[in-house]
C-alpha cells in the first residue's frame, strides 16, 4: 500500500477554500486516490476520488499533480460542517481501505 | 433511511463477557467491511465479505472474535470473552463489486464497545 503524508491540522476561516495537500509519492499506477472525512462521532464519508485528472463533485474538488505523487482536496467554501479529519487513501479497486491518521480541519467562524 | 446502519450503538460491558454487533448494509452492495478505530487513530480494516463469502481477516482479529454473513446481507460480528482493549468503534461498511462500479465505501455510524 502507498504511503501518505498529511498535514496534523489545518484551520479556515468559514466562507474560504480549505485547500489539504496529501503526499503519496509511492502511490502505483492501478491506485486511484480517494478522501474521506469523518466528522465527530460518525463514521468516515466518502468525498471524492480520481485517477490523474483533476476531478470536481458537489461536495469538492481534487487537483493530482501530473507525477501523481501528491494532491489536494479543495472544499471551496468551507462551513462550520466541514470541521472534520479528512483522510487521503491511495485504493485500488474494491480493496481494504488503509487510514492514515489524516488531518484535521478546524473551521473557523 | 437506505443507509448502512448498526446495531447496537453502544454498549457496555465487563470484561469476559461476549458481545455481538450486527451491520445491515445497503441492499444492492456486495462487499461489506468492518474497521475498528481507537480515540485519536484512523480506523483500521478487520475483515471483509464478497457476498457470504469472508474473503480476508487482518491480524488484528485474534481467535476471539469472529464474523459472518450467513445469506450475503447482514452481517455480525461477534468478540469473546471480551478484554478492555477491546474497547473502540466498530464501523461497518458497504460497497459495491464488478459492472463499473465505483469502488467508494459507505459507513454505517459504527457502535461504540466499552469493556469495563
Known amino acids: 500500500d502507498a504511503k501518505t503524508t498529511q498535514p496534523t491540522s489545518m484551520d479556515c476561516a468559514e466562507g474560504r477554500a480549505a485547500n489539504l495537500p496529501c503526499n503519496h509519492s509511492?502511490?502505483?499506477?492501478?491506485?486511484?486516490v480517494y478522501w474521506y472525512r469523518q466528522i465527530h462521532s460518525q463514521g468516515p464519508q466518502y468525498i471524492i476520488h480520481?485517477?490523474?485528472n483533476n476531478e470536481t463533485n458537489e461536495m469538492a474538488s481534487l487537483i493530482i499533480t501530473e507525477d501523481r505523487k501528491s494532491s489536494t482536496l479543495i472544499l471551496p467554501h468551507a462551513t462550520l460542517r466541514d470541521t472534520a479529519v479528512y483522510y487521503c487513501?491511495?485504493?485500488?479497486?474494491?480493496?481494504?481501505?488503509?487510514f492514515g491518521t489524516g488531518t484535521r480541519l478546524t473551521i473557523i467562524p | 433511511d437506505t443507509g448502512v446502519s448498526q446495531n447496537p450503538r453502544h454498549k457496555i460491558t465487563k470484561r469476559g463477557q461476549n458481545v455481538t454487533f450486527r451491520c445491515d448494509p445497503i441492499?444492492?452492495?456486495?462487499?461489506l467491511y468492518w474497521y475498528r478505530q481507537t480515540l485519536g487513530q484512523g480506523p483500521e480494516f478487520l475483515t471483509y465479505?464478497?457476498?457470504?463469502?469472508?474473503?480476508?481477516k487482518s491480524r488484528l482479529l485474534s481467535d476471539r472474535f469472529s464474523a459472518e454473513r450467513p445469506k450475503g446481507s447482514f452481517s455480525t460480528l461477534e468478540i469473546q470473552r471480551t478484554e478492555q482493549g477491546d474497547s473502540a468503534m466498530y464501523l461497518c461498511?458497504?460497497?459495491?463489486f464488478g459492472g463499473g462500479s465505483s469502488y467508494e465505501q459507505y459507513f454505517g455510524p459504527g457502535t461504540r464497545l466499552t469493556v469495563t
Open positions: 480520481g485517477l490523474k
Open positions: 461498511a458497504s460497497s459495491p
Open positions: 441492499s444492492e452492495h456486495n462487499r
Open positions: 487513501i491511495p485504493q485500488e479497486g474494491n480493496e481494504k481501505l488503509t
Open positions: 509511492t502511490i502505483s499506477g492501478n491506485e486511484y
Open positions: 465479505f464478497q457476498n457470504e463469502a469472508q474473503l480476508e
